[in-house]
């Protein structure tokens, strides 16, 4: 096998916005709105199902055993849902019965009983937008006419739970929102939202973008709303077990033991995912739909070779280059400078993210902990590999295995340094 096939990135997961950047609200934050000016060319954005089937047959015949789809905007649900069942449709006509995930982000005002079925039938995990209590979420979440949402998406959550439709809430951490972690992170587990994610806010002013807009969340309050929310997170863990999951910690969780994080703003390179538009237009990133990162169209390409092009390769090392600060800091390997869309915006930064302060703050604060979960999820991990190796020989070695030997778990390590351990 060439080193390049060796090499090539799985097209295991996409990011698709069939509706693109339109959107049934009006939300001051919002930076998708903006993005209607790429695809001047109409002001309703909907895919169509030729380019659909196409990206549905590509990934289906390309993908591994386990595939994922990312369903967002915008907002999706404008698609109506005839488009989803064909979603389906589509994927199961041209699956080799692989294991099929579909994420659905959502604002949740389109959703009804119709809706709540469909999700929950067809195993969809949907992402709520939710800020929060009722103050928190209005204060810039609204609709075209300025008016509040709270209520009617608060139903969407009720009614997805009560379908037993698996929901996360999606929380955007602004200027006002993040005074509140406590109330935010209590509000959503009593309406059983535990799976939460967290997205510090950050856009560049309309009149001057070298500075943030007034509703961005400052750095050094990020960091404290971290830091409180760690330990919320922390307090809730019953048996040395979470209870809730909030996806930073998660993916933060991964770096320490080793594994790849979840979360593509701490890996060290960019380009794992690509992204496509309505018109089948692909991209690099959601981040940067823009005309230096247009990798082809699916009418023309092949997502596979989007995904290893010599451009995606490009825009995945841009993520290297860090500024010297990050080079020779403690927190790099967890961290990786964060993601490249916030090192951006003022370019006296030279390369250094806006939420440097906010990830400092968070490791000095959550670092000891962090290290013990790890070390006591490493060590489970070898408890349970003995367990594994001990099952499957049937019965316990007579034989007394030496402290120099390698040890019968199957780890490669020696028995004193691994299962000799206890
Ligand atoms: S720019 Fe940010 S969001 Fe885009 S791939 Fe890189 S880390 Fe992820
Ligand atoms: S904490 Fe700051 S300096 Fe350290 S690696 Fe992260 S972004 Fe760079």
Redesign the pocket.
């Known amino acids: 096998m060439s080193e390049q096939i060796k090499n090539a990135k799985a097209l295991d997961s996409v990011l698709i916005k069939p509706a693109g950047p339109d959107c049934n609200l009006s939300c001051s934050y919002c930076f998708y709105l903006e993005k209607s000016n790429l695809f001047s060319e109409s002001s309703k954005h909907r895919m169509s199902e030729d380019v659909l089937e196409a990206i549905v047959k590509q990934v289906m015949t390309r993908a591994g055993e386990n595939v994922s789809f990312g369903w967002q905007g915008g907002e999706p649900t404008l698609m109506g849902l005839p488009f989803f069942e064909k979603v389906i449709e589509y994927q199961k006509q041209y699956g080799k019965r692989q294991i099929v995930g579909n994420g659905l982000q959502t604002n949740g005002i389109l959703i009804d009983k119709q809706w709540a079925h469909f999700l929950d039938s067809n195993k969809f995990l949907v992402g709520l937008s939710l800020d929060g209590p009722e103050h928190i979420h209005n204060r810039y979440r609204v609709n075209r006419s300025g008016q509040s949402t709270w209520t009617r998406v608060v139903d969407s959550a009720k009614l997805m739970l009560d379908k037993g439709v698996a929901v996360n809430a999606l929380t955007v951490v602004n200027d006002y929102s993040v005074q509140f972690p406590q109330d935010i992170y209590e509000f959503h587990k009593e309406l059983g939202l535990t799976f939460m994610q967290f997205i510090p806010c950050l856009e560049p002013d309309d009149d001057n973008p070298e500075r943030t807009a007034s509703f961005s969340v400052s750095s050094e309050e990020y960091g404290d709303f971290l830091c409180r929310l760690f330990d919320l997170w922390i307090a809730d863990f019953e048996y040395g077990t979470p209870t809730t999951s909030v996806r930073f910690f998660d993916s933060v969780f991964y770096n320490y033991v080793g594994l790849t994080a979840p ?3 701490l ?1 060290p ?5 690509v992204v496509i538009e309505h018109n089948g237009n692909v991209y ?5 739909v823009e005309p230096a990162w247009y990798l082809g169209n699916v009418m023309q390409a092949e997502l596979s070779e989007m995904l290893n092009s010599e451009l995606q390769k490009k ?2 090392k ?2 290297r280059k860090l500024h010297d600060q990050c080079s020779n800091c403690q927190w790099l390997k967890y961290c990786w400078g ?5 090192r951006n915006h003022n370019p006296l930064d030279n390369n250094l993210t806006y939420f440097c302060h906010s990830y400092q703050k968070f490791f000095e604060h959550a670092d000891t902990r962090l290290r013990q979960l790890a070390q006591n999820w490493q060590r489970q991990q070898i408890e349970s590999a003995h367990k594994q190796a001990a099952n499957v020989s049937g019965k316990k070695s007579e034989h007394k295995i030496g402290r120099n030997e390698s040890c019968s778990c199957g780890s490669g390590i020696k028995y004193k340094n691994c299962c000799g351990v206890y």
């Open positions: 979360d593509c703003t890996l390179e960019c380009g794992v995912y690099s990133c959601d981040f940067f825009f995945g841009t993520k964060g993601c490249i869309k916030d």
